[in-house]
């Protein structure tokens, strides 16, 4: 039998087992086979390249990578991946050496050019990563990935206006880019534009509706200005998906007491009790929640706080 | 743009790296790039240290130390994570040193390499510098390692400087007696410190507004004691953050100055906010086998028929080895997805019959065997879960008080409801309502 065709039997046997339980023996074994049957069969090597990188085995993944690159030696894809084990093995130096050779053989390829800035800024060159996205963004003024990149890189180094500047452009460009919206929500938070990022997070939510962090921070923007309603189902929101969280159990109990002691909203003592008691079940510890605690039992919670 | 409102001519307190910025602004760190330039640039000294906490300014100092250097006469190379073998090390920086891969095996052959390189640098009339950022994390033996690098030195000449920067971790490993050998050989030492007091805050925000062009105090005096308190106690990266956001907030609410009370809102602010989300670092895309399913259980076939087949023992060495053991090979069209194969995982698929021995072994918990009789049944909305109640607790609580009774419940509901995520999928009920239902039901088993 043709030994090529074989290889490419066992290759596709590989990937059938990698397909149906990813990076296992089976599908290692598999592909083995296939580079016994034809030693130059270069998808082989990349796909036990990338199941050594899964493996976070990276002197296996670097051997397969670099044997894609003695069969291949103008493949700039190639030279990328070996870049890619490089950078998880923190040779950023010579991660940033495959990159530059992936872009020398393929002149202006853009994922090249932000694998070259993230290095940059992997090696704290900040302003050799600024420039290297910039000429990314030059090239390629529609696409999203620089854009992000270098608004990320902002963001980073606390360059809020060009941070913002950045995300809003990334938006422009895919306007339910999530991490985009979250870091801008995030940031509007940091320089106090609190209804700016209200919509931000309020789009989240409306894509993905279980976020709770986008929740968490909703309650808290709305918490702060002084939107008590809307924080108090926003947080509740977020303790539906995920009631073991400490802070935001904090937070709304404290939302409830403020209720309790007004008098609106009809919240019995009861439930701001069994919610502590919750709360102090996760944490017996939480100082602030036995203090509450004990007012309501023994002082019938209002009396210390004039409601 | 924010700083203009103030009558500035450029952003005061930007953290990014920035010459201009750093005249007597931060005392340490400023001694510390100007004591390290020398030694590169005049000094005969062989290693060079930085020791600094977080956000104390390290890795700025570094970056502008190789920035301000003149790249003509310098072979650099800089190993920002060095928590790796010496010979990964060693590979690195030959590899940055000489701009090509240094995939070389034995120590001894990359030891020899980098003499070589040394000697040829000088002969080029460059020198080689080492940077090794977050030195802290190196390795005692590596350390060692990096030490018998610096006796690859000329009588004469210098022929390189190795700067470690790192965590005070780093000053405590050097500073052991271990490693005297290699403390003798540090030309330099400097310590970046945190800014230690109101009053030198209050300099180093004045400096750096007079540097970007002030002319007018900006903060009043009651703002340094915030400042520095929600800097972590003088954090030059906090500080820098802090005064940026509070002159932006000063800005977009018009101030003419920024008291304590803008400063202290802005500290609790950023403390609640979170890091941004990045981009997921990823490789190029895997190639895909082309064989569609069908065709792979016809492979099956092929592989049986191979392992006699004339043909293949010709193209195999070593036939036995064709025989893998793939004893899920999907048959027929069935094929099984991963969700539908049985989990004989932890979960409890059944409950015990009270026919059973007492001591029936039911579930495989995380922390071994769970016996039947530390388990109370309970039926939750339409979900029937087993609680685990660990006998520790249950000592515990047959001993104690009834409000005692009733933590330790509330601490076995707690961690049923944790274990039983299905019990919290309804949005319409209150998962602290469910808790409050297993608690009862803990109550009565343990009461």
């Known amino acids: 039998m043709d030994k090529k065709y074989l290889a490419r039997k066992w290759f596709s046997k590989g990937y059938y087992y990698d397909s149906l339980e990813p990076n296992s023996d089976k599908a290692i074994e598999a592909y083995k086979k296939s580079i016994e049957f034809d030693a130059t069969l270069k998808d082989a090597y990349i796909n036990l390249g990338f199941i050594h990188i899964a493996k976070e085995d990276y002197n296996g993944a670097l051997k397969y990578f670099q044997k894609v690159i003695e069969l291949e030696p103008d493949n700039p894809e190639a030279f990328s991946n070996l870049g890619y084990v490089y950078e998880r093995m923190v040779r950023y130096g010579s991660a940033k050496q495959m990159y530059e050779r992936a872009l020398e053989l393929c002149p202006g390829d853009m994922e090249s050019m932000i694998n070259i800035a993230k290095i940059l800024e992997l090696e704290g060159n900040y302003q050799g990563a600024v420039n290297q996205y910039k000429r990314a963004i030059e090239r390629y003024p529609d696409v999203v990935s620089p854009r992000f990149g270098l608004a990320v890189l902002y963001d980073i180094h606390d360059m809020f206006d060009e941070a913002v500047e950045g995300y809003t452009t990334v938006l422009e460009r895919d306007a339910y880019c999530v991490k985009a919206l979250f870091n801008l929500g995030n940031l509007y938070i940091k320089i106090g534009e609190n209804k700016k990022a209200v919509g931000l997070f309020k789009k989240i939510l409306e894509i993905y509706p279980d976020n709770i962090i986008s929740w968490n921070h909703l309650g808290s923007v709305y918490q702060a200005l002084g939107e008590y309603d809307r924080a108090f189902i926003a947080l509740r929101q977020s303790l539906f998906l995920n009631p073991f969280q400490e802070e935001i159990q904090a937070k709304l109990i404290q939302l409830l007491y403020s209720r309790y002691l007004s008098d609106s909203g009809g919240i019995g003592k009861e439930e701001i009790v069994q919610r502590l008691q919750f709360t102090l079940s996760m944490n017996p510890g939480n100082r602030e929640c036995q203090e509450l605690l004990k007012k309501l039992l023994v002082n019938n919670g209002k009396s210390d706080f004039g409601g | ?447």
């Open chain 2, 1 to 447: 743009m924010y700083y203009k409102y103030w009558g500035l001519e450029k952003p005061p307190f930007d953290n990014v790296p920035d010459t201009t910025m750093y005249a007597e602004c931060h005392a340490s760190m400023e001694s510390a790039i100007a004591e390290t330039l020398f030694a590169i640039e005049e000094g005969g000294e062989c290693i060079s240290v930085i020791i600094g906490d977080v956000g104390l300014g390290k890795t700025m100092s570094i970056r502008m130390i190789i920035d301000s250097l003149n790249q003509e006469k310098y072979k650099i190379a800089l190993i920002t994570n060095p928590s790796t073998t010496f010979v990964q090390l060693m590979r690195e920086i030959i590899g940055q040193l000489t701009g090509k891969l240094c995939e070389e095996k034995k120590k001894a052959n990359l030891l020899e390499m980098f003499n070589k390189l040394l000697f040829e640098t000088v002969d080029e009339g460059k020198k080689v510098l080492v940077f090794i950022d977050e030195a802290n994390v190196i390795s005692p033996s590596n350390l060692e390692n990096l030490r018998l690098l610096t006796n690859m030195q000329d009588d004469q000449r210098n022929l390189f400087t190795m700067v470690l920067a790192g965590q005070l971790e780093l000053a405590r490993r050097l500073e052991h007696p271990k490693f005297s050998n290699l403390f003798q050989r540090i030309g330099t030492y400097n310590k970046i410190e945190k800014i230690q007091s109101e009053d030198l805050v209050k300099a180093y925000v004045e400096t750096r507004l007079r540097l970007a062009g002030g002319k007018r105090n900006i903060f009043t005096d009651d703002a340094f004691g915030v400042l520095w308190k929600y800097s972590e106690y003088g954090v030059p990266r906090l500080i820098n953050k802090i005064g940026k956001l509070s002159l932006k907030a000063g800005e977009t609410n018009g101030f003419d100055v920024i008291n304590g009370e803008v400063v202290r809102q802005i500290g609790e602010r950023f403390q609640k906010t979170t890091g941004p989300a990045m981009q997921k670092r990823m490789p190029r895309k895997k190639p895909k086998g082309e064989m569609p399913p069908e065709e792979i259980a016809e492979m099956e076939y092929v592989r049986n028929e191979a392992i006699t087949d004339q043909d293949s023992e010709q193209v195999v060495s070593g036939a036995d080895t064709l025989n893998p053991a793939v004893t899920a090979f999907p048959q027929g069209d069935k094929v099984f997805k991963k969700e539908e194969i049985p989990d004989n995982g932890e979960k409890i698929e059944s409950f015990p019959k009270k026919s059973d021995t007492k001591e029936r072994v039911v579930s495989h918990g995380k922390n071994g065997l769970i016996k039947a009789e530390d388990l109370a049944e309970a039926k939750i909305g339409d979900y029937r879960v087993m609680i685990k109640l660990p006998p520790e607790l249950l000592r515990e609580a047959h001993s104690s008080t009834p409000e005692h009774r009733m933590k330790l419940a509330g601490i076995m509901a707690a961690q049923a409801l944790k274990e039983n995520p299905q019990l919290t999928k309804s949005l319409s009920i209150d998962p602290v309502s469910i808790w409050g239902e297993i608690r009862d039901i803990v109550l009565r088993k343990i009461g």
